[in-house]
């Protein structure tokens, strides 16, 4: 798999091709079983994980977690900066030369945009990042295309509306990202304020890639095979007063789903705040608890990759 997988961190979609965003999905496939408990894998025994997250989360250091003790590994790390020598002051540079001796592999969550990339020129081991504030989050990608695979059968030929704050959510980011490299037709739902950034929009129009814009949800969902809402990120806005203008503007319910294809799902990489309701959650349509539980396989396809520990587990 060396070759179509060639990489020595994992910092943005776009440092992928489509062989090897395809080469991380057939590989997760293989990692599902393993995740149900019918096969047991050794192929970490002895790799440790270092999680350094500067940023709340839930799901995503649990599943990089789950997965590497999943395939035999251990883990360390923070969730709390504040409990870091980060809190006295040391720099980023410094935290990864550090954590990196520690472990065989480094997933860094961050608040600012480029921190991986950053930390990746100090690491000795390999970065994945976690999320680098309204930048990208490469591997929440990966498991949202992989649910797009394994739910519709294939990423191409689909017309996916994102929606929610396209403007700070790096999840949307990444994953118009991707799917440019597919052939999707693309439709933004969003307030004008909070649309999709001019340099993501000018390289889908460089490529020639289909896309719409639209802020009113109810007009375009009956049109989509995927529906990927996304929260409104509070913690990104300059001002309280700029984010209550536009909280609460999306909220799927079931009664929206009344006319919609019969096979089109809806997708969050979550958290959610008001943005489903609860209502939707026993609807055919609603896959972002299968999506957020795909994190586990993407993860483990992406260390065992990174760290070529793949051999092992395909003999
Ligand atoms: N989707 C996602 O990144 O969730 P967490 O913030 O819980 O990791």
Excluded: W
Aim: net charge negative.
């Amino acid at each position: 798999m060396k070759g179509v997988f060639d990489k020595d961190h994992v910092v943005s979609i776009r440092d992928f091709t489509v062989d090897e965003i395809n080469t991380v999905l057939d590989y997760a496939e293989k990692m599902v079983p393993i995740v149900k408990g019918d096969k047991i894998s050794r192929e970490m025994e002895g790799k440790i994980l270092a999680t350094l997250f500067f940023e709340p989360s839930t799901r995503t250091m649990l599943s990089f977690q789950a997965a590497m003790q999943r395939l035999g590994g251990s883990c360390i790390g923070f969730a709390n900066p504040k409990q870091s020598s980060v809190k006295k002051g040391e720099t980023l540079a410094d935290t990864l030369t550090v954590t990196s001796s520690y472990a065989d592999i480094v997933v860094l969550r961050h608040p600012q945009e480029g921190a991986a990339r950053l930390a990746s020129k100090f690491s000795s081991k390999p970065v994945i990042n976690a999320g680098d504030g309204a930048g990208q989050h490469p591997t929440q990608t990966l498991l949202d295309l992989f649910t797009i695979r394994d739910e519709m059968g294939n990423i191409s030929n689909n017309h996916i509306g994102i929606a929610g704050d396209l403007k700070y959510g790096r999840t949307v980011h990444s994953l118009t990202n991707a799917l440019a490299m597919y052939d999707t037709e693309l439709t933004f739902i969003a307030p004008p304020g909070l649309q999709m950034p001019d340099e993501i929009i000018k390289k889908l129009k460089k490529d020639g890639i289909e896309y719409h814009k639209a802020d009113d949800m109810e007009a375009v969902i009956d049109d989509l095979d995927v529906l990927y809402l996304t929260r409104i990120q509070r913690e990104r806005f300059p001002t309280e007063e700029e984010y209550e203008k536009v909280a609460s503007i999306y909220n799927v319910n079931r009664n929206m789903l009344e006319n919609v294809k019969e096979d089109m799902i809806v997708m969050h990489p979550l958290p959610r705040v008001d943005e489903i309701s609860p209502d939707v959650d026993d609807t055919k349509h609603a896959k972002y608890f299968e999506q957020a539980a795909n994190g586990v396989p993407t993860r483990m396809a992406i260390m065992s990759l990174l760290l070529e520990t793949y051999k092992e587990a395909m003999e």
